[in-house]
């Protein structure tokens, strides 16, 4: 099974997620017409967050941005 580029499924931990009754409906709505269960779209929603938010996540300098 292949998700956001990956080989196999990982383990997932779960939480709590509180959202609005209108995205709710939307999610359920989408769900209907694509069968894509409403937790794999929030996990996309997280993944495009921190993609977005990146810059403000801990990690290494690129070796270019370290040498200036």
């Not at 999610?27 to 977005?52: N, S």
């Amino acid at each position: 099974m292949v998700m956001h580029g990956l080989a196999m499924a990982r383990k997932k931990i779960s939480t709590t997620v509180y959202i609005t009754p209108e995205q709710n409906e939307l999610l359920k709505q989408l769900h209907d017409k694509t069968k894509v269960p409403v937790a794999e779209y929030i996990r996309q929603g997280i993944d495009l967050v921190l993609e977005k938010q990146r810059d403000n996540l801990p990690g290494q300098l690129a070796l270019s941005v370290a040498r200036k």
